[in-house]
């Protein structure tokens, strides 16, 4: 048990539809992240926060994709008009600022848009 | 900027036998470098970390890699597989000045023969 919890595990959502997944980290950890990761794949950056600023966000993150931290504690990552191809496992990990501490990882949220 | 190159996709050993998993990376800093495994539907796992203290670090379940800087490595060992170590494998590495984001490598995919 890493401490990093996603809600839900698996989401089955029809294309078109709206979808929020949920990542509580561990609650010292200020810093959190958001992946995604396709079949076959390794996990890609999506987003980062410290505290509840949003500092980083790839190219990834079309404007389809929204996240918010707005208390500093869990986040929330949206996906409006979901398509086909946002089929993925969106993964949520966490650590301190500073040092050289792992990022500490949750199992993942299962898209799948059908 | 960061990346990390596994060099295998696939790699597939004997129960009881060596495993060997590479992986090179490329940084402009001092990177921190990790492995993480990920069974199947799962989320990732932390098996070791390398964060410039020993070159050769020890992981859970008898993994261990060495970094070696001369070569851009480090490759992933055990010395004897086990049929539970059947996973998927991801070599990452992060910048060590304080900002963790972690850029992971594409994957290798273990399969332990009985």
């Known amino acids: 048990d890493t401490g990093v919890s996603q809600d839900p595990r698996h989401k089955i959502t029809k294309r078109g539809q709206n979808v929020t997944f949920r990542c509580d980290p561990i609650?010292?950890?200020?810093?959190l992240y958001w992946y995604r990761q396709t079949l076959g794949q390794g996990p890609e950056f999506l987003t980062y926060f410290q505290n509840e600023a949003q500092l980083e966000k790839s190219r990834l993150l079309s404007d389809r994709f929204s996240a918010e931290r707005p208390k500093g504690s869990f986040s929330t990552l949206e996906i409006q008009r979901t398509e086909q191809g946002d089929s993925a496992m969106y993964l949520c990990?966490?650590?301190?600022?500073?040092?050289?501490?792992?990022?500490?990882f949750g199992q993942g949220t299962r898209l799948t848009v059908v | 900027a960061q990346s990390v190159t596994q060099l295998d996709s696939h790699v597939s050993v004997s129960e009881g036998t060596p495993v060997l998993l590479r992986c090179n990376y490329s940084s402009s800093y001092s990177p921190s470098l990790f492995w993480y495994v990920q069974h199947p539907n799962k989320g990732l796992q932390l098996l070791l970390k390398?964060?410039?203290?020993?070159?050769l670090v020890k992981g859970i379940n008898g993994f261990e890699a060495e970094f070696k800087k001369s070569e851009t490595s480090f490759h992933l060992t055990k010395p004897s597989a086990h049929m539970s170590d059947a996973a998927e494998y991801f070599c990452a590495s992060a910048n060590s000045g304080g900002y963790q984001k972690v850029t992971f490598g594409t994957g290798t995919k273990l399969q332990v023969i009985p």
């Open positions: 390398y964060t410039s203290a020993a070159t």
């Open positions: 609650s010292e950890h200020n810093r």
């Open positions: 990990a966490s650590t301190k600022v500073g040092g050289k501490t792992e990022a500490f």
